[in-house]
Structures are given as C-alpha cells and as structure tokens.
C-alpha cells in the first residue's frame, strides 16, 4: 500500500511539472533568492533558473504530445468493435502496473 502511494505521489509530481503553474513557482523561487540572498545571485543562478525551466518546457511539451497521442488511441479503441474497453482507462495507472499488463500481454501473445 505504501509503495503504491509512493508511486502514485511520484506520478501526480510529474503531472504537475507539467501544469503552466511550476513556470510562476520558478520566478517566485528567483524572486525569493533576489529578496533574501541578492549577493548569491549571481550568473550560476540564472543559468540554474534557465535549466529548470528549459526541464519544464521540455516536460511539459512531452506531456502534451502523450496526451495527445492518448486521445489518438482512445478514439481508435472506441471505433474498433473487438478492442477491449479496460484498456481506454490504462493510462490512470502507474508505470509499473503498465509494465506488468504490457509483459502479461507479451506472455500471452508467446503462448
């Protein structure tokens, strides 16, 4: 039980790097050390506050296309008669459960 809200916990802090929201978290971040620590600001910082959002910019531009792409196959299982509807749901679940479904398949496609 644990492990899966470790899981679940790590999976929802991705999706919020995503949201347009971690952007203003960034500049609250680079005013706060402005405000309290202006002689360590110095151009390390600005190219440490570049690369956190540039790693955002990047997440949440693989996070749209993901969703995309999801929204392409759950179209295309709804319209297929023989896809099964569990399926149109995996993307709530975490990594690991994919993984375990994508190698139970695998299993079955062997046998």
Known sequence: MRKRLVRHGLTRLGELAAHPAAFGVIAI??????????????????????????????TRTEHRDTQA?????????????EARDELTAIDEKDVEEIAAHRAKEREDDIR
């Open 29 to 58: 971040y680079a005013v706060a050390w402005l405000l309290f620590s202006p002689r360590t600001f110095s151009w390390s910082a600005i190219a440490s506050l570049a690369t956190w959002s540039m790693t955002l910019l990047m």
């Open 69 to 81: 792409i999801q929204a392409k196959l759950d179209e295309l299982l709804r319209t297929h008669g």
